[in-house]
């Protein structure tokens, strides 16, 4: 029984609003949200994390262009894949594609 009045008495506190208190942008009240609950990180590990943050899809981009580098040349056309990273290999394909 105790338990219900506690919980009646704690929606009733719930549901009366505060009408003395102004009403903060919801940016405001996410970043009084943040602060009490993140630490502020050191400046070096931001700018770190930041960078990594950055360099993901560059990254990404790189791999991809490798692997598809490796799957054509090597997998589809059946030519040995140490071929693939030899820039004489590319300067004979682009001899052939923009031959006159």
């Given amino acids: 029984m105790d338990s219900r009045k506690e919980t009646a008495a704690g929606l009733e506190a719930a549901a009366v609003p ?7 942008p919801a940016s405001a ?3 009084a ?3 009490k609950t993140h630490k502020k990180r050191h400046p ?3 700018a770190l994390l930041w960078t990594l ?3 993901v899809v560059p990254v990404l981009c790189v791999a991809a262009i490798l692997g598809g580098m490796y799957v054509g040349y090597a997998i ?6 140490d071929e693939v990273f030899q820039i ?13």
């Avoid at 589809?76 to 894949?81: E, F, I, N, S």
């Avoid at 004489?88 to 006159?100: C, G, I, P, R, S």
């Fill in 44 to 46: 070096a590990l931001r």
């Fill in 33 to 35: 949200a943040q602060s």
């Fill in 18 to 24: 505060v009408k003395d208190q102004p009403r903060q």
């Fill in 88 to 100: 004489e290999t590319w300067k004979h394909m682009y001899d052939l594609v923009f031959a006159d």
């Fill in 53 to 55: 943050r950055a360099l």
């Fill in 76 to 81: 589809l056309g059946k030519r040995p894949g």
């Fill in 29 to 31: 009240q996410r970043e």
